[in-house]
């Protein structure tokens, strides 16, 4: 099993599950910002995910395929209206919550200077308050975003609302104490140091 990352993007979604799954695996550092033949995915991007002679690319794809395969249905439940709740909420938070944080991102930072668009930055805040705000009420008296359960909602969750604070965006409290709950997960901190190492070595080679 290999998972293709770079540090503080999408793929510590991949190496945090395999992590609560308890999994084998070779950590891979693929640098985004300067691509290279190294990767197995048609997308050139990371997370990326080789097991025997299945390749997926989509970190939500990567993440339900080991928690349905190899996780006894630990992060996805076996109970179909809550497998329906889980995933709503992952589709909540990729599109609604996500997506303005990556427009906002590509706009600020990683677009050449030509093809950047600062007029729309503010547009996509606006969507990202709108979408915390809706999640944050969801969140309300709950620990865990879906079936208040911890699921890899939860991980999506955490990530992008990571992606949020270093942005300097503000988030509700709750959203907060959730992240603030998850980040000194074992887990969470041995996949971390799986992806740096990973990428010491790649830079070392």
């Known amino acids: 099993m290999k998972i293709y990352t770079y540090p503080k993007s999408r793929s510590i979604r991949v190496t945090w599950t395999a992590e609560l799954l308890g999994l ?4 891979i550092f693929f640098d985004v910002m300067n691509k290279n033949e190294n990767n197995p995915s048609i997308t050139m991007k990371v997370p990326a995910f080789v097991d025997g002679n299945l390749v997926l690319f989509e970190s939500s794809a990567i993440c339900t395929y080991l928690s349905e395969k190899y996780g006894s249905n630990l992060l996805s ?6 497998k329906a709740i889980v995933n709503q909420w992952l589709a909540f938070i990729i599109s609604e919550l996500e997506s303005p944080l990556w427009t906002i991102l590509k706009h600020s930072m ?6 950047k668009v600062v007029d729309i930055i ?4 606006e969507d990202y ?6 999640l944050s009420s969801a969140l309300d008296g709950n620990t865990y975003i879906a079936n ?42 041995k ?9 010491k070595g790649g830079a070392d080679s």
């Open 129 to 134: 308050l709108s979408s915390i705000e809706v």
């Open 24 to 27: 084998e695996y070779k950590c």
């Open 110 to 115: 990683f677009l050449p200077e030509s093809k």
């Open 191 to 199: 996949a971390v140091a799986k992806e740096n190492e990973a990428m």
């Open 148 to 189: 208040n359960k911890f699921s890899i909602a939860d991980i999506f969750l955490f990530q992008t609302t990571q992606w949020a604070l270093n942005l300097g965006f503000k988030a509700p409290q709750n959203v907060i104490n959730h992240y603030d709950n998850l980040k000194s997960s074992s887990a969470y901190l």
């Open 77 to 82: 439940p076996i109970d179909i209206d809550e």
């Open 122 to 125: 503010p547009i996509a805040k």
